[in-house]
């Protein structure tokens, strides 16, 4: 199955990976690891994952408080969000069927 990110959701995966590198060396090579390991869940089980509104799901990332946004389409995962599960929730919402 395919996926891609959404423009704003691989730039919320950047400054994450560089936020968490300033804070320790190593630390946002770890963090870009669990953000595909549960990329790569979703793609094994699309429909496994909490379900937050009728076509949207969330994926939780381990040792991380994020959490990755989702759409299963028909061959395709489209990834909306990589949400910072201590922030604005559902800020998210306006990217979804765009």
Request: aromatic fraction near 14%; include cysteine; charged fraction near 30%.
């Amino acid at each position: 199955m395919k996926w891609f990110f959404h423009p704003l959701a691989e730039q919320e995966l950047d400054k994450a990976v560089d936020y968490y590198e300033d804070c320790l060396a190593g630390l946002g090579m770890d963090f870009a690891r669990e953000i595909h390991a549960a990329i790569h869940r979703i793609i094994q089980y699309p429909e496994a994952w909490s379900q937050i509104s009728e076509n949207t799901r969330r994926c939780l990332v381990s040792r991380f408080p994020f959490g990755i946004v989702y759409q299963s389409k028909t061959d395709v995962i489209v990834i909306i969000a990589v949400a910072n599960l201590r922030r604005r929730p559902e800020y998210w919402q306006e990217r979804r069927d765009s």
